[in-house]
Protein backbone atom coordinates (compact mmCIF):
# COMPACT_ATOMS: atom_id res chain seq x y z
CA UNK A 1 0.00 0.00 0.00
CA UNK A 2 2.93 2.45 1.21
CA UNK A 3 4.63 2.01 -2.71
CA UNK A 4 0.73 2.62 -4.19
CA UNK A 5 0.17 5.84 -2.74
CA UNK A 6 3.89 7.55 -3.64
CA UNK A 7 2.93 6.10 -7.05
CA UNK A 8 -0.31 7.62 -7.65
CA UNK A 9 1.51 10.99 -6.24
CA UNK A 10 3.81 10.70 -8.97
CA UNK A 11 1.57 9.58 -11.62
CA UNK A 12 -0.69 13.07 -11.05
CA UNK A 13 1.76 14.96 -10.78
CA UNK A 14 3.50 14.10 -14.58
CA UNK A 15 0.19 13.99 -15.80
CA UNK A 16 -0.61 17.53 -14.80
CA UNK A 17 -4.39 19.33 -14.24
CA UNK A 18 -7.05 18.09 -16.91
CA UNK A 19 -7.60 21.75 -18.89
CA UNK A 20 -10.71 22.38 -20.97
CA UNK A 21 -9.77 23.64 -24.63
CA UNK A 22 -12.56 26.30 -24.16
CA UNK A 23 -14.60 27.98 -21.40
CA UNK A 24 -17.08 25.36 -19.95
CA UNK A 25 -19.76 27.88 -19.36
CA UNK A 26 -20.45 30.47 -21.61
CA UNK A 27 -22.28 34.11 -20.52
CA UNK A 28 -24.94 35.09 -22.58
CA UNK A 29 -26.44 38.84 -23.24
CA UNK A 30 -30.39 38.70 -22.92
CA UNK A 31 -32.40 41.41 -23.54
CA UNK A 32 -34.16 42.87 -21.00
CA UNK A 33 -38.20 42.89 -19.94
CA UNK A 34 -38.15 46.65 -20.24
CA UNK A 35 -35.75 46.91 -23.06
CA UNK A 36 -38.34 44.32 -24.65
CA UNK A 37 -41.18 46.66 -23.88
CA UNK A 38 -39.39 49.81 -25.26
CA UNK A 39 -39.19 47.86 -28.76
CA UNK A 40 -41.87 46.74 -28.96
CA UNK A 41 -43.80 50.15 -27.90
CA UNK A 42 -41.59 51.99 -30.37
CA UNK A 43 -42.57 49.83 -33.42
CA UNK A 44 -46.27 50.08 -32.59
CA UNK A 45 -45.66 54.38 -32.29
CA UNK A 46 -43.68 54.16 -35.97
CA UNK A 47 -46.85 52.35 -37.52
CA UNK A 48 -49.45 54.38 -35.60
CA UNK A 49 -47.63 57.46 -36.95
CA UNK A 50 -48.38 56.18 -40.39
CA UNK A 51 -52.07 54.90 -40.12
CA UNK A 52 -51.27 52.04 -39.42
CA UNK A 53 -52.31 49.20 -36.55
CA UNK A 54 -50.06 46.58 -36.08
CA UNK A 55 -48.91 43.37 -33.69
CA UNK A 56 -45.40 43.35 -32.44
CA UNK A 57 -43.55 40.24 -31.04
CA UNK A 58 -40.32 40.67 -29.44
CA UNK A 59 -38.59 36.85 -28.92
CA UNK A 60 -35.57 36.13 -26.75
CA UNK A 61 -32.50 34.56 -28.66
CA UNK A 62 -33.75 31.19 -28.64
CA UNK A 63 -37.38 32.47 -29.71
CA UNK A 64 -39.13 32.67 -26.60
CA UNK A 65 -41.52 35.28 -26.48
CA UNK A 66 -40.65 38.64 -24.13
CA UNK A 67 -43.33 40.94 -25.10
CA UNK A 68 -46.62 40.96 -27.49
CA UNK A 69 -48.26 44.03 -28.11
CA UNK A 70 -51.29 44.17 -30.70
CA UNK A 71 -52.76 47.88 -30.92
CA UNK A 72 -56.53 48.34 -30.75
CA UNK A 73 -57.77 47.55 -33.92
CA UNK A 74 -54.74 45.16 -35.25
CA UNK A 75 -56.37 42.38 -36.89
CA UNK A 76 -56.10 38.55 -35.02
CA UNK A 77 -54.25 37.08 -36.90
CA UNK A 78 -51.11 40.08 -37.09
CA UNK A 79 -50.06 38.31 -33.26
CA UNK A 80 -49.06 34.84 -34.44
CA UNK A 81 -47.65 36.40 -37.85
CA UNK A 82 -45.66 38.60 -35.53
CA UNK A 83 -44.58 35.94 -33.15
CA UNK A 84 -43.55 33.90 -36.72
CA UNK A 85 -41.88 36.38 -38.10
CA UNK A 86 -39.56 37.15 -34.94
CA UNK A 87 -39.25 33.38 -34.56
CA UNK A 88 -37.51 33.63 -37.78
CA UNK A 89 -35.14 36.27 -37.84
CA UNK A 90 -34.16 34.95 -34.31
CA UNK A 91 -33.29 31.66 -35.52
CA UNK A 92 -31.38 32.96 -38.53
CA UNK A 93 -29.99 35.46 -36.91
CA UNK A 94 -31.39 37.71 -40.29
CA UNK A 95 -33.97 40.29 -41.36
CA UNK A 96 -36.91 38.06 -42.84
CA UNK A 97 -37.15 40.50 -45.74
CA UNK A 98 -33.92 38.46 -46.74
CA UNK A 99 -35.24 35.19 -46.83
CA UNK A 100 -38.25 35.62 -48.66
CA UNK A 101 -36.46 33.79 -51.91
CA UNK A 102 -36.17 30.69 -50.09
CA UNK A 103 -40.52 31.07 -48.31
CA UNK A 104 -41.16 28.07 -51.49
CA UNK A 105 -38.17 25.60 -50.30
CA UNK A 106 -38.35 22.81 -47.88
CA UNK A 107 -37.13 25.54 -44.62
CA UNK A 108 -39.61 27.74 -45.95
CA UNK A 109 -42.13 25.60 -45.23
CA UNK A 110 -40.95 24.46 -42.04
CA UNK A 111 -44.01 25.33 -39.70
CA UNK A 112 -42.98 28.22 -37.44
CA UNK A 113 -41.14 30.13 -39.77
CA UNK A 114 -42.29 33.02 -41.59
CA UNK A 115 -40.18 34.42 -44.91
CA UNK A 116 -41.82 37.84 -45.33
CA UNK A 117 -40.38 40.85 -44.73
CA UNK A 118 -41.10 41.96 -41.04
CA UNK A 119 -38.91 40.19 -38.83
CA UNK A 120 -35.52 41.19 -37.96
CA UNK A 121 -32.75 40.32 -34.89
CA UNK A 122 -31.66 42.45 -32.57
CA UNK A 123 -27.87 42.74 -32.36
CA UNK A 124 -25.46 44.61 -29.68
CA UNK A 125 -22.57 46.24 -31.25
CA UNK A 126 -23.47 45.16 -34.91
CA UNK A 127 -22.89 41.17 -34.19
CA UNK A 128 -24.04 39.97 -31.15
CA UNK A 129 -27.42 38.30 -31.16
CA UNK A 130 -29.28 38.66 -28.07
CA UNK A 131 -33.23 38.92 -29.92
CA UNK A 132 -35.81 39.37 -32.37
CA UNK A 133 -38.54 41.39 -33.58
CA UNK A 134 -41.66 41.00 -35.75
CA UNK A 135 -44.19 43.28 -36.95
CA UNK A 136 -47.54 42.30 -38.85
CA UNK A 137 -50.29 43.96 -40.45
CA UNK A 138 -49.05 47.04 -42.73
CA UNK A 139 -49.73 46.50 -45.60
CA UNK A 140 -46.78 45.55 -46.72
CA UNK A 141 -43.65 43.70 -45.17
CA UNK A 142 -41.23 46.46 -46.27
CA UNK A 143 -43.45 48.32 -43.68
CA UNK A 144 -43.86 45.69 -40.87
CA UNK A 145 -39.90 45.69 -41.26
CA UNK A 146 -39.54 49.69 -41.06
CA UNK A 147 -41.49 49.93 -37.92
CA UNK A 148 -39.62 47.19 -36.33
CA UNK A 149 -36.34 48.72 -36.96
CA UNK A 150 -37.48 52.12 -35.56
CA UNK A 151 -38.43 50.19 -32.91
CA UNK A 152 -34.84 48.54 -31.82
CA UNK A 153 -33.67 52.27 -32.79
CA UNK A 154 -35.64 53.18 -29.62
CA UNK A 155 -32.62 51.56 -27.86
CA UNK A 156 -30.35 50.50 -30.08
CA UNK A 157 -27.47 53.37 -28.60
CA UNK A 158 -27.51 52.07 -24.94
CA UNK A 159 -27.22 48.61 -26.44
CA UNK A 160 -24.24 49.20 -28.59
CA UNK A 161 -22.85 50.86 -25.61
CA UNK A 162 -22.41 47.89 -23.46
CA UNK A 163 -19.85 47.10 -26.11
Known amino acids: MRKIVPAAIAAAMISGPVVAEGPMVVPLQRLS ?3 AVKIAQGAIE ?13 VDREGTVQVTLRDTIAAPITVPISKMKAYTA ?30 VPVLVGGSSLVAGV ?22 QDDLDMLM
Open 90 to 119: VNFNAATSAMTDRANTPIGRVEGLVMSAGG
Open 134 to 155: GVSGAPGGDTDEECALAGIAKI
Open 46 to 58: ECREKGIQIAVTV
Open 33 to 35: MDS
